[in-house]
Structure formats: structure tokens, C-alpha cells
């Protein structure tokens, strides 16, 4: 269930230079690349002429000339120069995209250009200000977006998937509080006399802490981990802020892409502190790239699932999900919104109380 | 064409130990182990609250614990506990299978659990007896079972697949008598004077030797080639008996698991015999899965065949495997049945007398 | 789309020995091989008995002898031994198709066999002719063969994808005529002082060149580039002449076998000349292999096209192939046209003038 009208987060804003970068979002193949004044170009990556991929072309200044017979186009899309004739046909250019960089990602707004408001972007400005330290990885995983989604919002799995990084035997047997709003969930837990996870205790020197977890999500693809730490006990001493960043993006129905970012808000200038946290980082998205690809393999559409008390958060997210589709597709066609429900998960399941079942 | 109502081998007995095994058997993803007093635990593989595959997950003692948010199972497929809430749904449970050890494998009847009866479960005793030795062997083979069993039935094929070991010109020449009753297949042929294979020459050391050879078949998936064989016109000689049992286990429709082994009533104890003999077995085995294997790439539904007097064994299996299948639609949807005898091979198919042609 | 009554190029003659050689043309698996005398014997790629590909078994003399259960087969594909039984019944009988040997490539008719007329088949006499000099690659490409003839057909890629070899700007930039007639399609260039290719300025010494260039195509699948170039101005001086010919042959419906070879008429006997023409026609080809099977990859039918004036040429040629099914599917079923039709591209797109742009 891929919707359209929303901001997605293409590439580092770091990863487009001037030469050209393919990758593809929501279905889409798509071609991106900086001019020489840093400004964005972002084309459909596919040569109105013969249908090449234009990211197989070159850059010749700012223009992009095609692979195959030559045809040339500005960053806007527009061919401005075809080799074999004088005519330019006026249907000759390439389709674009609305683009933006905030917090260091180029934004792409995938669906009609005339909604796509900035200020509908969400805010990730804990990975470019300047109070924050940390690095963004990448990773690509064969999964639907949703299911990358619901490993985030049911963080019970830490202890078992993620045994040598995060892992907390108390985060899986503590019941969060879950809050639902017109376009947030949430879900939160106080924690205390926490034995310490292997990374925080990296960090702090604590077998034990007291601490507070809350888990963002913003639809499309947004979310965020918060954690608050401090010594047992000490309520009002210093405490340590740990942002964890992971946004996904729909490469296709079923494959995402992810970048994943955990910052801090001390020790900035501690790089080698920032490189350790980053393959901690990397360790962990790879095993949770590893439980979702098998989950996704394993999946059987008419299997009986058994929902938890803590996965009234996942299911909130995908009712607010299936809302957007629904919403945009009364702009759009009616069927393909009903067949992608019937393939859906518990999206439109009624979620009863902890430990009713719900199918 | 799948039928579930059977007892199908799904692992040598010596596989399953206390550790975690997965298997796919008729399109069901299975996992099993052995409890510490030895018991089987057969389930599927697939968690009912996320969908992962269990066998991913760890064993502590005989309870299974779930590789993503802990939920743990005891050997029967029964939730035991769940680290995120104390009320366990009774719906929380994992679907288990009828299991019998018998003759060193493991039998699982992947249909009706009410008509699992043992008795059902065809005599391979020569598989674990004392008056035999012998080894099995394991092989996956990317082809419909139907066309192992084909293969099976048809034994001219040795003179010209298994050049080097167990080739015969005789047995491609000589007619067999086919002896079909209600679950059972026979093949029979008496030969003369034969030509020894190169098998059977380095077990007796004999250029020619006369012999009986009886190939049974036992729906489903259950075969064995019976030899007994002595020196030429030694009618009341000491005889030599090898029995090949090949048994098929559908893993999808179209690729299946194939276990095979050749024991013999002399010689119990010469290890480097039993290991020669099975290093002949797999390269006779391995022969076969190309020449089936290629046999199922290049089927082509539409193609007209033309059956040999010696299909008529292979026919009245393929009768034999359709009627199981129609019974138990019987109970089941119709539909299916029609749709798989449609694309089955000479199923149905009126068989006529020796070279008379049946499409 | 795929056209069935028409010579096809299967394999070079050289090709073709006394053993057996498997090839796929248009979706029939086909067996080659040339009998004791030198006839070629050319079957369909599967045992009337049970399928398996008759390539895999051997020859025994001018019989061929399936891998399987050793049935015998003559070169007209009449079994003619069957071990296990006496009566060889009438339909155990292997396809067998119109061949012929002619400019040293094995032309096979696809189609209705009382419609194979050799005199059908085009004229590449310039790859066999003592008056000229030159050798054909092979090579495979995953790709509708008529992206391959659109590609020939539209030289203004030259310049882009074969910087280091045949490329000219003077062919990208100077519009052709274009010639239509009943069973051919003519591209004609006429260059003055053209800025010369790397490759003609290897053999000729020369940086500007007069030359006339003439593509030609004929349906189904043949093409030849003429090249007469001199040195500029020379108009009646000694002119070079070379003929680069490429045989499309469709393996599927989206992959393709190609044969190309550049024929010179001058330095017959030069051996490395040869060689070297022969390699840069090999990395040429490999180019237009890059390029049209990334077109392929990137299609999507939903996309619209725009068509240049230059485009007329393979509009034709796509005109004239969808009129050749046409005509055939009178034989045979309509519904398979126009369902090809419904996914082909330009086929029966009216083409406009330059530059208008027709979808």
C-alpha cells in the first residue's frame, strides 16, 4: 500500500553531488543530481525519446545529455537540444518532482506537486542542529514499509533480536503507554533501576539507570526513539538525551529503503565516540533487517495472527496509514485503495482490549 | 497435485536432535526438535503473533522461545509465556502435526489430524532391521514428485542414465509383468544369464548372473526395488538380496525431498562395503535429479506424449495418486482437484495395450 | 510479438557439427546436428516419449539416441528403435523443421513448413562472397529484437554509445532520407568531410572522409549497414567499401540471439585486420547489448513516447513486422494479435512529420 501525497525522505543531502544518482522510490525510477550552483534537479530517470534510464547519461555542466541518441535537457526537465533535428517537440521533457533539503535529507514529495507544502515536512531537526552529535546510516531491505514500521513501535523485540547492543529484558516486560493523535503515536515507558543495555553502558559506566523511552511516529515513514537516562535514584542530576532517528522510505511494495541515526546530546565532539555508536547503529539495523526480511518471506496472507496489548501502537500506525490512502484515493481510483486493503495486515482490524485476540 | 491425508517422510530419525530443524513438506514450513526425553516436537514454523519462522529462534530446555519478542512454546505448540503481558490468548497457539518414528525416519501426516492413523504407515521395515545393512542418502530434486515416481516405475532407464553403475540391457529389453491391486504397484522381471551391471559385478564379482527384480510402489511417495540374485542356472544357490528403497516427499508441487538407500541381507558388518555402496547410490541418485530435473524444465503441458507399454506401471501410480487426491476432495473444495487433474500428466488417461498410443 | 512464417538465422554453419547443439528460437527448444554425409538434421528439443531434451542424449552414427530410455531417432526425427518394446507406435515421431544452409549461416522456417520457399530467404551473400573479407560474432541479448532492429535503425546513437569506435557526429546531425518499400526499409546518408570514426581511421589513415552510408532492413530480422568512404573531394579516386550485416533472431518474446559481422572489400588476406575489425565489432555490439537491455529493463508501457523525424525508419519497420503477423494470424488465432499489438510499442502509431510528436 504505497501512498503518494506525502514528503519522503530520497538520499542524504551529503550522498548528491554533481554527477548523477539513481535510486528508485515508491515504484519510480528516479535520477537525481546538484547543478553546479548546488541547486537540486530530480528527474524521472527514463528519456521521453526511447525510454534509456537517464542516470546511465552524463552531466555536461548542468545538463544532462542522454546515453543513447544524445538528447539533452536542463535540470528542470526540458530537452534543449536534440541532435537529429532543429524541433524540439514541446511533449519532449522529462517529468520532475518537488524537492527539498531539511535536516540533511533531500525530500521528495511523490504525489500531486500542487500539495506539496514544506511545512509539511516533520521534524528531524535533532540530526542537523547543532546540540546534537551523531551520523545517519543507510540500508535497503526487502520488506514492506510496514512491517519495518511495526518493529519500531513494538520495541518489546530489543531484548531478543538486539541481545548484544540494546537489549533490556525491562523495556520487553514493561506495558507502555500508547497515545494516539490525529497524526502521531506514541508510545512511552518510565524505566527504573533498568539494568543497562551493552551500549549505554558503553557510554555511562552504569549497570543500572533510570530512564525514559518514547517512541515517535509520524506517517509516512518518521520515526524517532528518545531516550532519557540518568543514575538510579537521582532525579534531578545530569541527564544523558539519546535521539534515535529512523526513517523509511517505499523503494516498491515490498522493499524500503532506511536510514538510521542516533544522536546525542553530549560529548559532540567526541568522533570516535560517534564512530562507536555508528556501527552499534549498523550492527542493530542489519538484525532488524534480518527479522523482517524472513518475516516478509514467511508471511502467509491467510495465517491467523494474534495481536498483543503492545501492538495497539503498530495497529494505530497502520489505521492512520490506511486513512492517507483512503484519503488520496478519493482524489484517485477507488479499486486499487480496496484490493490493497484486502492484502493489507491488521490495518482496518477493530483492536480490542490487551490480550483480546483480533484478526 | 498435493494430497495431504498421508504419512510422508519428512527427515531421517538421526536428523532431529535437541536443536531446531526446518523443513518445507507440501508447501508447509515446518520446524522440529526433540525434547530432552527424546519425543518429537513437530509445528509450524511460524510464529502466530508476527509471523517469523520459529526455527530462527532458540531453545531453552524444551520450550521454543521466539526469535523477535520472546513468546515462548511448549513442545506441544502451546504459548507458555509472553515477556509483554501476563494474559495469554488461547488463541496464541502453534499448529502441530501427527509425528511417528518408524524404521529410522520421521513420519508426519500433514492432513486431517483425526485420520492420522499409524498403521497407515508403509512397512520399510528392511530400512532398520537387523538382518539387513545399509545406509540412506538425502537429495532435494527441482521436479514434481509424479516424475521420481515415473522415473522409478520405468527402470529401462538404467541402461542409458546410470552407465556406471547400475546399467542393465536386459532390463531395458525385457518386458516386465505389472501387477496393479488396490494400493500397490509391482513390476516384475525374471532375467536370465544377464549381463552384469558394474554394481553388482563388484559385489560378486560375477560377469553374468541370473536375478528377479521387483519395483512395488506404494502411494504416495513410497518405493523399492527388490533384487535377488545368484550365479547363472544355480537355481538353489545361495541368492544375494539388495532392496533399494526410494521414498518422495513433496516439498512444493514442484520440487520434492528424496531419501534413498540400498540394503543388503550379506556381508552386515563390512563398513567399507556399506559406504561403497552408498557412494554408488548417490551418483545414481544425483543422475536421476538431472534427468528429472531437466525432464520438468523442459515439460510442455501442450505437447502430445506417447506412452510405451512399459507407462502402464507408471500410469496406474499416477490412477492410483489421482483417486487419493479425488477421495479426499471429497471432504475438501472440488475445485482444486479439477484444476490439478487439468494440468496432471497421463493421470486419467485410458492406457491401452503395449504400444497403442494414449494422450 | 512473434512471427512464425519466416527464415530465421539459428546458428552459423561452422556451428554445426556431428554432435548435437541445443538452441531456443522463437520459444521451440530446438536440436541441431549434420549427419555423416553433411546433411543437416534439425529436431524439436524433446523426446515424444517423455520430454527430456533429446539434446542431452548422444549420437550414434547419423541415430540419435535419447538420454533417458534410449529411444533412436533418425535425422527426419522418425523413431526408429525402442529397447523396451517392438511396436514403435506411428506418433513417436520428433518435429522436425524446413533448414537450409545459405551465406554460411542455418536458416530454419518457424512457421507453416508448405510455406518455406528458399528463395525467401534474404540476400547476405556478402558475408559468403570471395569478392569480400570479414568474420560474424555471436552474441545474446535480453531483449525484444525489435528494440535491437529499432536501435540499427535509428544511427544517431552511434555518436553517444560508441564513442571509441564507429561514432560520428556528422551521422547524429545530419538527417537522413528515409525509403519505404513493400519488404524494405533504406536509411541513406550522404557525409562530405565528415570528421572519421576511430575504427575507419585506423584502416584509412584519414581524419575527414566523404562517405555515403545506407542502412537497410528487410523483415524479420536483417539488417546491413553499407559504407563507401574516400578521401574528401576525391569523387571518383578509390573508394572503401564495407558492409556491416546484423541478423536479429528472437529467442523469446524478450531475449534475442544477434550475429554481426563488418565485411571489407579491399585488404582481403589481411588476417589481423580481420582480427582487430573483429574485435571492435564485438565491443560495439556489446555496447548496443548494454543499451538496449537497459531500455528493456527501464520500459514501461504506460509511459508516453516521443518519436523524432529519424524515428520514422524503425516506425516503418515496426509497421511492416505488425502487418507480417497480421497477415499470418489470418491463418491462425486473432486474439494473439491483438493482444501483441496491445503491448508493442509504435507499431501502428501514425508517424507525423518531423518532430510531431505521435504516441
Known amino acids: 500500500m504505497l501512498i503518494r501525497n506525502s514528503w519522503y525522505v530520497a538520499a542524504l543531502s551529503s550522498?548528491?553531488?554533481t554527477e548523477l544518482f539513481a535510486r528508485k522510490i515508491l515504484n519510480e525510477n528516479i535520477v537525481m543530481y546538484r547543478t553546479s550552483d548546488g541547486t537540486l534537479a530530480v528527474l524521472e530517470d527514463r528519456c521521453p525519446h526511447r525510454q534509456v534510464p537517464l542516470s546511465k547519461g552524463r552531466l555536461q555542466g548542468d545538463t544532462l545529455v542522454c546515453w543513447y541518441h544524445g538528447l539533452q535537457f536542463d535540470a528542470k526537465g526540458k530537452c534543449i537540444h536534440i541532435?537529429?533535428?532543429?524541433l524540439?517537440?514541446?511533449?519532449?521533457c522529462v517529468k520532475t518532482y518537488p524537492a527539498a533539503e531539511k535536516y540533511g535529507f533531500v525530500w521528495l514529495w511523490m504525489g500531486e506537486p500542487a500539495l506539496s507544502d514544506e511545512a509539511l515536512i516533520p521534524d528531524h531537526s535533532v540530526c542537523s542542529s547543532a546540540q546534537f552529535a551523531g551520523e545517519m546510516c543507510y540500508t535497503h531491505v526487502l520488506t514492506d514499509y510496514r512491517l519495518a514500521i511495526d518493529n519500531l513501535l513494538d520495541l518489546t523485540h530489543i531484548n531478543y533480536v538486539h541481545t548484544e547492543t540494546i537489549s533490556s529484558i525491562a523495556v520487553a516486560e514493561t506495558p507502555p503507554a500508547i497515545t494516539v493523535s490525529e497524526r502521531e503515536v506514541r508510545v512511552s515507558r518510565v524505566l527504573r533501576k533498568e539494568k543497562n543495555s551493552p551500549l549505554l553502558r558503553k557510554m555511562m559506566g552504569l549497570d543500572y539507570i533510570d530512564r525514559t523511552q518514547?517512541?515517535?511516529f509520524w506517517p509516512v515513514g518518521n520515526t524517532r526513539v528518545e531516550t532519557t537516562a540518568r543514575a538510579p535514584g537521582e532525579t534531578d542530576g545530569i541527564a544523558l538525551r539519546l535521539f534515535t532517528t529512523s526513517?523509511?522510505?517505499?523503494?516498491?511494495?515490498?522493499?524500503?529503503?532506511?536510514?538510521?541515526?542516533?544522536?546525542?546530546?553530549?560529548?559532540?565532539?567526541?568522533?570516535?565516540l560517534t564512530q562507536m555508536i555508528l556501527q552499534e547503529v549498523v550492527k542493530t539495523v542489519l538484525e532488524d533487517k534480518d527479522v523482517t526480511e524472513h518475516l516478509q518471506q514467511?508471511?502467509?496472507?491467510?495465517?491467523p495472527i494474534v495481536h498483543l496489548a503492545v501492538d495497539q501502537a503498530a495497529a494505530a500506525a497502520r489505521r492512520m496509514l490506511a486513512d492517507l490512502r483512503l484519503q488520496e484515493?478519493?482524489?484517485?481510483?477507488?479499486?486499487?485503495?480496496?484490493?490493497?486493503?484486502?492484502?493489507a495486515t491488521p490495518v482496518d482490524s477493530r483492536m480490542g482490549e490487551a490480550g483480546v485476540e483480533v484478526v
Open 83 to 86: 541532435p537529429s533535428q532543429q
Open 15 to 17: 550522498e548528491i553531488k
Open 329 to 343: 484515493a478519493g482524489v484517485r481510483e477507488r479499486g486499487i485503495v480496496e484490493f490493497d486493503l484486502r492484502n
Open 247 to 272: 526513517i523509511f522510505t517505499p523503494e516498491t511494495v515490498d522493499s524500503s529503503h532506511i536510514w538510521v541515526g542516533m544522536h546525542r546530546d553530549f560529548a559532540l565532539d567526541n568522533q570516535p
Open 214 to 216: 518514547e517512541v515517535i
Open 298 to 303: 514467511n508471511w502467509k496472507q491467510s495465517a
Open 88 to 92: 524540439i517537440p514541446q511533449r519532449a
